[in-house]
């Protein structure tokens, strides 16, 4: 599976970006998709995750109320829809794959078996 992320770039503080992820290959059922983001000198972090059979969704509790996962099942694409955006957001934000089958740790990096190439989010204050 290779992934493709878009959608990042320059925002104001309460701005709203929507960042996409399009999936190339054969997606089973039973995997699993995330965000991670990773900011200047930090570690990469989750964000959000979300099943691809039923849609089941997580998010780190920063970005909670603010950020939405979805996904387009026939389009093979994963959606975050980030609203009141914070200079604290800014990051270069990653997708990934799940394809264990399983949902627990879901905020864990290292289950994540591929990575799609980043997109920078850059939000002014």
């Known amino acids: 599976v290779q992934l493709q992320a878009s959608g990042g770039g320059l925002v104001q503080a309460g701005g709203s970006l929507r960042l996409a992820c399009a999936a190339s290959?054969?997606?089973?059922?039973?995997?699993?998709m995330g965000w991670f983001r990773q900011a200047p000198g930090k570690e990469r972090e989750f964000v959000a995750a979300?099943?691809?059979?039923?849609?089941?969704?997580f998010y780190a509790d920063s970005v909670k109320g603010r950020f939405t996962i979805s996904r387009d099942n026939a389009k093979n694409t994963v959606y975050l829809q980030m609203n009141s955006l914070e200079p604290e957001d800014t990051a270069v934000y990653y997708c990934?794959?799940?394809?264990?089958?399983?949902?627990?740790?879901?905020?864990?990096?290292?289950?994540?078996?591929?990575w799609g190439q980043g997109t920078q989010v850059t939000v002014s204050s």
């Open positions: 990934a794959t799940r394809t264990d089958g399983r949902i627990y740790s879901y905020d864990d990096r290292s289950v994540y078996r591929n």
């Open positions: 979300i099943t691809w059979s039923d849609g089941r969704t």
């Open positions: 290959g054969r997606i089973f059922i039973s995997y699993q």
